[in-house]
């Protein structure tokens, strides 16, 4: 039975990676980076983990001693994505890695994005070593938006880009099925890239689909791209927005509102960035707001999945079916 060694293994693409692994019979290794994400990576059936910061050699040597093949998504906040890669490949090479496949960004050749153009320096460097390789090219994520969960609950969907902005989306768990399909059958993938797009929607529209899930007006509103920094400017525009809402505000909506307004602050967990991490996703929301997001080859995800992606108003009935209904389907 191979063994994977999953990055990130705890994150947003990493959970549902395992899970789908673990299910097709693959022995996984998960990289996280405390005990409370080890915890969670067992209850997802991973067979082995790792703690440690994969910026660490000794710690990226040790989980991947032994494996035979690799998904590597480096988090958000990791601003310098190249010495990780460098050290996958040199360690890679040295034993043998069977395959790897490297999570990469939509587009990467978007000069204007920081964490873009990382990706496309990786991309190049892959390119030119012995690994068997696939590139997985995922569009902007549905699941996003649910870090204002509460705030949809209570009929706002709040974030720092245009709401007429058009955004190539995907479902996280979409992704993951692509990856796990690709790193259990490798050498129908090897040295291929592969877009993971499924449609093209704005803002109001993704609203308009989570109204009619929950049953209730949903209200697209847009902060400052420098929310994340301005958090003063961002309050005054969920209050605008709460304001347009009130006339069908019930107390059930509003206490929802209050929570999210509680938690906001520290979205995606923000306030443990660096300065310069902020900066980039300040960057990336401002290109956004101005040029959204194009989607890739609509093509190649419907082939990795052998189905019809998910798309966002059956994102939208999901998310509520088990956010509010405790129903998972």
Do not use: C
Request: net charge neutral; hydrophobic share 40%.
């Amino acid at each position: 039975m191979p063994t994977v060694l999953v990055t990130s293994a705890a994150g947003g693409v990493g959970r549902p990676l395992v899970r789908s692994l673990t299910a097709r019979g693959v022995t996984v290794r998960a990289l996280v980076k405390n005990d409370a994400q080890a915890l969670l990576a067992r209850r997802d059936g991973a067979t082995e983990v790792r703690v440690g910061d994969m910026r660490d050699v000794a710690t990226l040597e040790d989980a991947m001693r032994g494996a035979d093949g690799m998904y590597h998504a480096a988090p958000t906040q990791i601003i310098d994505e190249g010495p990780i890669a460098e050290h996958i490949v040199d360690l890679g090479t040295r034993r043998g890695l069977g395959h790897l496949v490297f999570h990469s960004v939509i587009h990467p050749e978007i000069t204007e994005l920081p964490h873009h153009t990382q990706k496309e320096s990786v991309e190049k460097l892959l390119a030119t070593q012995s690994i068997p390789t696939t590139i997985l090219r995922p569009s902007h994520y549905m699941q996003n938006y649910l870090d204002f969960w509460e705030f949809i609950r209570g009929g706002l969907m709040p974030y720092p880009v245009s709401t007429t902005s058009p955004m190539g989306v995907v479902d996280v768990e979409d992704v993951a099925e692509a990856a796990a399909a690709a790193l259990v059958a490798p050498q129908e993938h090897i040295g291929k890239t592969y877009d993971l797009s499924t449609e093209t929607i704005t803002r109001e529209a993704m609203a308009e689909a989570f109204a009619d899930a929950l049953g209730h007006r949903v209200t697209a509103v847009r902060l400052p791209p420098t929310a994340v920094v301005d958090q003063a400017g961002a309050a005054g525009a969920v209050l605008g927005g709460v304001a347009r809402a009130i006339p069908s505000l019930s107390p059930q909506r509003a206490m929802h509102l209050l929570r999210g307004m509680r938690d906001a602050p520290n979205a995606r967990g923000i306030r443990s960035w660096s300065p310069q991490a902020r900066d980039n996703y300040v960057q990336m929301m401002s290109y956004y707001d101005s040029h959204g997001l194009p989607v890739g080859d609509l093509t190649h995800l419907p082939t990795l999945l052998d189905r019809a992606p998910t798309s966002y108003r059956e994102f939208a009935r999901r998310e509520v079916a088990r956010r509010v209904h405790g129903i998972d389907r």
